[in-house]
């Protein structure tokens, strides 16, 4: 059973891999779908609101990830500090969750593959994880585009890309690359290409 991680830029494409994955018969582990599970723990929330008081919590007493997305991503040292501070918190959990679902579903063999759809698996050190991993190439005018589509602005775009793992380095560490900058349809044909070069299935 391989462990697959995919990296890439923002709106590269990755959450499309993912799902072609899964339509080949991949279980998908989707991290930011777990961090926000981990969020809801009452021992993180005590913690983040040591941290942050009540700046960030809604008024049933929740994480607002917008309000936190707003306290971490900006440019300044500051919200640095506090993007490190989160990943400190959550980080450790939302691992220890990829590993026991990896490990139950390696006991139980439901699937031939899984694959690891998280943002930020090599900054967070999760590409050791896994067996291969897969970069997502788009160019920035196409990502840039994509964002804005989904109703970013460009300075959010700006301050996001600037905290991402340098492209060049997600590509280094990759064992293929996928181009999805042209249709949904050969990124598809890309990913069944991969799924039988690595033995996954026909």
């Known amino acids: 059973m391989k462990v697959i991680g ?3 830029g923002i709106a590269s494409g990755k959450s499309l891999v993912a799902k072609c994955f899964r339509q080949l018969g991949a279980r998908v582990l989707d991290a ?3 961090g926000h599970d981990v969020l809801r723990m009452e021992s993180v929330r005590r913690v983040i609101r040591e941290f942050w008081g009540d700046a960030v919590f809604d008024s049933a007493g929740e994480v607002n990830r917008a309000a936190m997305a707003e306290s971490v ?8 500090v506090r993007l490190m501070q989160l990943e400190r918190i959550t980080h450790p959990i939302i691992a220890e969750r990829m590993r026991d679902e990896i490990q139950r579903l390696q006991r139980t063999r ?5 694959v690891l759809d998280a943002p930020v698996l090599i900054k967070a050190g999760w590409h050791r994880l896994c067996d291969k991993v897969v970069y997502v190439a788009a160019d920035s005018e196409t990502r840039q585009r994509r964002a804005l589509s989904r109703g970013w602005s460009e300075d959010e775009w700006q301050r996001r890309e600037s905290l991402q793992t340098p492209l060049d380095e997600m590509r280094q560490l990759a064992d293929v690359v996928i181009d999805n900058s042209t249709t949904p349809e050969d990124t598809e044909q890309s990913v069944r290409e ?9």
């Open 32 to 34: 930011d779908r777990i």
């Open 73 to 80: 991503f900006g440019l300044d040292a500051e919200s640095r």
């Open 194 to 202: 991969i799924w039988r070069q690595w033995g996954l299935g026909s």
């Open 110 to 114: 439901e699937v031939t593959a899984i």
């Open 6 to 8: 995919i990296v890439g």
